[in-house]
Nanobody, 124 residues
Framework: QVQLVESGGGLVQAGGSLRLSCAAS????????MTWFRQAPGNEREFVAT????????IHDDSVKGRFTISRDNAKNTAYLQMNNLKPEDTAVYYC?????????????????WGQGTQVTVSS
């Protein structure tokens, strides 16, 4: 099973940018759909964006469309989330997750490998 480690979170002012990385172990990274979720205090974990195993297809939640971009580099076993024009409501712990199920699944319960999370805080 793939193991995931996120990095790149931090404190940024509204309108700023961050790029999150999700480094994966194992030689089968290119077979997994990779997805970013986030969870704010008191809220459920919510879908942010997903990318297919070879990177040809992506889906972004409406709340981040046009501001965030998911990508991956299978040669580096890494997925990314570029976040631009950040807003205070983007403040959350961001998690990457992997699944071998069909692309497009937004339910956290469908993912069996998770990173430890990285905190993103956006100040107004």
């Amino acid at each position: 099973q793939v193991q995931l480690v996120e990095s790149g979170g931090g404190l940024v002012q509204a309108g700023g940018s961050l790029r999150l990385s999700c480094a994966a172990s194992g030689r089968t990274f290119s077979t997994y759909t990779m997805t970013w979720f986030r969870q704010a205090p008191g809220n459920e974990r919510e879908f942010v964006a997903t990318i297919s195993s070879l990177g040809f297809r992506t889906i972004h939640d409406d709340s981040v469309k046009g501001r965030f971009t998911i990508s991956r580099d299978n040669a580096k076993n890494t997925a990314y989330l570029q976040m631009n024009n950040l807003k205070p409501e983007d403040t959350a712990v961001y998690y990457c997750a992997a699944t071998s199920l069909k692309f497009g699944n937004r339910a956290p319960s469908s993912y069996d490998a998770w990173g430890q999370g990285t905190q993103v805080t956006v100040s107004s």
